[in-house]
């Protein structure tokens, strides 16, 4: 069975779906919300083009703005209640949870129809994440479901156990990256003085070998300047071999210049 699943899941896509769920869990503890309920948000907002960062920035928006609104009627979110005909007791009886507050503050911007007060309404409530939440509730309360049907269907609902495990498998990841990193440091920490000592040594070799490069070239020069003298000298005594030394001459005066190149 774990051979057939690795063949249909690979490494990568595994970490990507604990990494998945691990954030899904951090984010729907910070809203109040269940992972069930959070991933199935997540799902059908897909649907209507809204991004996770915009969805989370709208329910953060909407837990602010209908908190303040259901201690005392009043805060940024007043007017759009006033709007849809929400009462403070009737915040404080329907807003029982995050989830019960965005599906009922979604079911009265559905019955909305579009234009500027929607828009006006739905900012008050979710700020600047309103245009998104307009699509959102424009899915309908039947397409809203259907796509909450279709997360459960295709696996896409995570689980408060399977986030929690993901949270603690990341975790204990993170944990051992740490102690990989710890071993490395203590590794290099230990051999890097003699890691120096071995490059100095290596260093200084190649100085010396430049060094004896630079003596044994200009040796040769010494040797070729010596033999053209030489030469020179033969072929003042020996005029009838004069042609032959003065071509050889003039083969060593080419490889002079080019050793005087070097």
Same mark, same amino acid.
């Given at each position: @069975? ?8 690979? $490494? ?11 954030? $899904?869990?951090?984010?729907?503890? %910070?809203?109040? /919300? ?11 907002? %897909?649907? #209507? ?10 329910? *953060? ?28 007791? !009737? ?6 949870? !995050?989830?019960? !507050? ?36 424009? /899915? ?23 986030? #929690?495990?993901?949270?603690? @498998?990341? &975790?204990?990841?993170? $944990? ?13 920490? !230990? ?7 071995? *490059?100095?040594?290596?260093? &200084? ?7 004896? *490069?630079?003596?044994? /070239? ?10 053209? %003298? ?10 009838? @071999? ?10 060593? *005066? ?5 050793? %005087?190149?070097?």
């Amino acid at each position: @069975l774990s051979t057939a699943f690795a063949g249909v899941v690979s $490494v990568s896509a595994m970490k990507n779906i604990i990494d998945t769920a691990d954030a $899904v869990g951090e984010q729907s503890e %910070k809203l109040s /919300l269940s992972t069930e309920a959070w991933s199935k948000y997540i799902y059908t907002a %897909k649907f #209507a083009g809204v991004e996770l960062g915009t969805l989370d920035a709208a329910f *953060s928006a909407m837990i602010r703005r209908t908190n303040n609104f259901t201690k005392d009627g009043s805060g940024a979110a007043a007017t759009a209640m006033e709007e849809l005909g929400i009462s403070v007791a !009737t915040a404080r009886k329907e807003f029982t949870s !995050t989830e019960a !507050t965005f599906d009922y503050l979604i079911k009265k911007l559905a019955q909305m129809p579009d234009g500027m007060k929607k828009t006006a309404v739905a900012q008050d409530l979710f700020s600047k994440s309103a245009t998104d939440v307009i699509r959102y509730a424009n /899915l309908g309360a039947d397409g809203i479901a259907r796509l909450g049907k279709q997360a459960e269907i295709t696996g896409n609902i995570i689980s408060s156990d399977f986030a #929690a495990n993901a949270g603690e @498998l990341n &975790d204990g990841l993170d $944990v051992l990256g740490s102690m990989i990193t710890g071993i490395g440091n203590k590794l290099m920490t !230990t051999f890097t003085p003699a890691m120096v000592t071995a *490059s100095r040594a290596v260093s &200084d070799f190649l100085n010396i070998q430049r060094q004896q *490069s630079a003596f044994e /070239l200009k040796q040769e020069i010494a040797d070729v300047e010596a033999g053209l %003298k030489e030469l020179n000298q033969l072929s003042k005594s020996r005029p009838d @071999l004069a042609i032959t030394y003065n071509a050889e001459a003039s083969t060593q *005066s080419n490889r002079l210049g080019i050793l %005087k190149k070097q």
